[in-house]
């Protein structure tokens, strides 16, 4: 029987205790009020451009949209995206059911080669494309390169998908009497749209934003006349609207692949497990006529500029390495990369934290602003900040706290996704444990949350250093003067059409490019549990 002593204080909670509980209601409020500043700075971009809308009233809306001009971008991005978007899903699919599905000779090489075009920016695919073939422009130039340059991001998707696949759905299809061809359209097809719907948005998302690729080669984009307007006349009324149009683009893009999603299910169900997909057998002529496919891929996205960096750097003896401005443009961009992978990623971490710890509605809401940001294009960011510096906090236009915060609108979902599969994995009772052995909230944080979390945190890092490494457009635009990155650097020698001294730039970039190549056909291999 309990004493009366222990019914008085039953109720009674410790010192220690209390002043625990009060240091994690302190800590719970330093990280949601975090999270909430972040995913308001998210919303900036996105608030330029409703915010110029209003100011500038209908009837300069109707006088800078609805002209000739922009009736033209409009027909050459719709082209260039109707165009480019299919070839990337036929290309990819062809490829990723030679390389999972068929007993192709070399298919593991075959598939790592689709997946390293990756490492080259899509400007230096138009600089090796354009100086090896200077004819090379307009509509059929932009979406040869395109293709080029951004299959992969339809390939690694695909391709993972179709390993996962269980077979006994399409044994269903055969013993129905379809033939192997229908199985695959009726059957196999529908199960990719996931893939082929989030390879086909971010593709889409990266030609409406991309600058450099396109400028290259003479083809005239939203953003390239946004740049061009802005760099010219620093015509403010004109370049905004047209980043607004811009912006209206993406998230069309978006609802568009929302839409194409469905509510189907791709799950399997059912008892024991599944098997692995059968894998078809080919003649040998077939294989050799399928080896043609992969073969000139991988030629025209990785010979061609390969053959153009070293047909360059040969060209340009020892002397293009010794070129004054090199070493600086490595020295800022590894410091500019390196500082914003550690900003960004410390950023994300409270909003990462409340998505796995606390997953509620309005936590989920802030998690959607920065995903959502994140897909204007890079040209929108930078004019977002430009304004917005020049009118209330003009100190830091054009310094690094500008370009680091476009970095951070920019990329930081790069780094929330991996930093949420981190602490994903790290189990909150151990956390619970960590404080009832007298540890504070913020010490059981570090101590356990954040050491079982680092791998995630130091991928997600990776992604976003090896992300501004090759940024071009809003550097362009925010960096102070004198800044030099690989990618400005890059670009100012392409613009003197002197490509001899542009090729150090190129080569160094494709190589702090490569483990990022790695790291995404390692962890789609790994997601699809080969």
């Known amino acids: 029987m309990p004493t009366l002593a222990s019914k008085a204080t039953a109720g009674v909670i410790s010192p220690a205790a209390a002043l625990r509980r009060r240091h994690g209601r302190r800590m719970a409020a330093w990280i949601t009020g975090s999270s909430l500043v972040v995913s308001l700075l998210a919303l900036l971009p996105l608030g330029f451009v409703i915010y110029i809308a209003f100011v500038s009233g209908w009837d300069i809306i109707v006088q800078l949209v609805f002209r000739p001009r922009v009736a033209e971008l409009l027909v050459n991005t719709l082209l260039l995206v109707l165009i480019s978007l299919p070839l990337c899903i036929v290309l990819s699919v062809a490829l990723a059911w030679l390389t999972e599905r068929s007993d192709l000779p070399g298919r593991r090489a075959w598939s790592l080669l689709a997946t390293a075009p990756i490492a ?193 750097l040969i060209a340009g003896g020892s002397e293009v390495w010794q070129q004054e401005g090199l070493l600086d443009a490595v020295r800022q961009t590894l410091v500019l990369a390196s500082t914003g992978a550690i900003l960004i990623t410390a950023a994300a971490f409270p909003v990462a934290w409340l998505s796995i710890r606390s997953p509620g509605r309005f936590n989920r809401l802030l998690e959607s602003c920065n995903y959502i940001t994140s897909s204007l294009p890079g040209i929108v960011v930078a004019l977002a900040l430009v304004t917005v510096t020049i009118k209330v906090a003009r100190p830091i236009y054009q310094t690094a706290i500008t370009v680091l915060l476009a970095y951070l609108l920019m990329f930081l979902p790069r780094a929330l996704v991996s930093l949420r599969a981190g602490i994903a994995q790290a189990p909150v009772e151990l956390e619970n444990i960590a404080r009832s052995l007298g540890r504070s909230p913020a010490q059981a944080l570090w101590y356990v949350t954040l050491r079982l979390a680092a791998p995630g945190a130091a991928a997600g890092a990776a992604l976003v250093f090896l992300a501004i490494t090759n940024e071009l457009t809003a550097t362009l635009l925010l960096a102070p003067s004198g800044t030099r990155t690989l990618a400005t650097g890059f670009w100012a020698m392409t613009s003197e059409i002197d490509y001899a001294a542009a090729a150090p730039y190129a080569l160094i970039m494709v190589l702090l490019s490569l483990p990022l190549t790695a790291l995404l056909y390692h962890q789609s291999r790994r997601t699809a549990g080969r």
Not at 223 to 233: G, L, M, P, R
């Open 120 to 312: 080259v920016p899509a400007f230096v695919h138009s600089y090796a494309w354009v100086s090896l073939v200077p004819s090379l422009h307009g509509l059929p130039g932009a979406v040869l390169v395109s293709v080029l340059a951004y299959f992969p991001f339809l390939y690694l998707p695909v391709a993972a998908t179709l390993r996962r696949l269980d077979p006994a759905i399409e044994d269903v299809g055969q013993s129905l009497g379809l033939k192997p061809v229908a199985v695959f359209f009726r059957v196999v097809l529908p199960q990719l749209r996931l893939a082929l719907c989030g390879g086909s948005l971010l593709i889409g998302l990266h030609l409406l934003a991309e600058y450099g690729l396109f400028a290259m080669i003479r083809y005239d984009t939203f953003t390239t006349a946004i740049f061009d307007q802005f760099q010219s006349s620093f015509n403010g009324p004109a370049a905004n609207m047209l980043a607004g149009v811009l912006a209206l683009l993406c998230l069309a893009l978006l609802t568009l692949e929302a839409g194409a999603r469905g509510k189907a299910r791709y799950a399997r169900v059912g008892s024991g497990s599944a098997r692995q997909p059968q894998i078809q057998r080919l003649s040998r002529v077939a294989a050799l006529i399928c080896l043609t496919l992969p073969l000139s891929v991988t030629l025209l996205a990785l010979g061609v500029p390969l053959l153009t960096l070293t047909r360059w």
